[in-house]
């Protein structure tokens, strides 16, 4: 079946503008994570959506940075007034449920903000 | 077509037991490797690996790349329960993930 799909794969923005990440999860899985991976970094985690609770915003480096699930699928994370340091490949995973600890992760975006 | 196999994909132990984890590559223009420990939330980075043959020790954990043979192993002696989780080994320049190994390790 299909996989988690991110989109755009590679974005270049310009700093001081917004950009917005799209995540696609697997069907029916009701957890899904953003993660960014800076160079030479180890994966940092951003947020977490858990079915219908309130999401873990704790990694959320700054307010300049939110996310949304809509209807419990489709996830969008938004970066306002990207600065340089913003710029990561940006990975979006998923998994079917509370009692499995396997993610399945998305291609990624890449952001250059320049 | 890029790819990143782990084995075994589970193993069960006892507390003491020492365990090898396996991660195999093949990935246009590599950079690095890297395992994570997952448990619940987000997996924790364990080691980045960019020179073959130089081992990374952090406590019981230690790991070693073979650029020759595109591999890696994670080690980890004496385990522990605490050292169950999902266990993987990620490939850059894509940052390409393997399945993972599940390790449950028993009292």
């Known amino acids: 079946g299909a996989g988690v799909s991110q989109s755009p794969s590679n974005k270049v923005t310009e700093k001081g503008k917004d950009v917005e990440l799209r995540c696609d999860p697997i069907?029916?899985?009701?957890?899904l994570y953003w993660y960014r991976q800076s160079l030479g970094q180890g994966l940092e985690f951003l947020i977490y959506f858990q079915g219908n609770s309130a999401p873990d915003k704790s990694g959320l480096p700054s307010d300049r940075f939110s996310a949304e699930r809509t209807g419990g699928s489709v996830s969008t994370l938004t970066i306002q007034r990207t600065q340089q340091e913003d710029s990561a490949v940006y990975l979006c995973a998923s998994r079917p449920n509370t009692g499995s600890y396997e993610q399945y992760f998305g291609p990624g975006t890449r952001l250059t903000v320049t | 077509e890029d790819k990143v196999v782990q084995s075994p994909l589970s193993l069960v132990v006892h507390e003491g037991d020492t365990v090898t984890l396996n991660c195999s590559y093949e990935v246009t223009n590599f950079r690095s490797l890297l395992w994570y420990k997952q448990e619940k939330k987000a997996p924790t980075f364990l080691f980045m690996l960019t020179s073959s043959g130089i081992e990374k020790k952090s406590g019981r954990l230690s790991s070693i790349l073979d650029k020759k043979e595109l591999s890696s192993i994670l080690n980890i002696t004496a385990t522990q329960t605490g050292d169950s989780a999902i266990y993987l080994c990620?490939?850059?320049?894509?940052?390409?993930f393997g399945a993972g190994t599940r390790l449950t390790v028993k009292p």
């Open positions: 069907s029916g899985h009701t957890a």
């Open positions: 990620a490939v850059r320049n894509d940052m390409r």
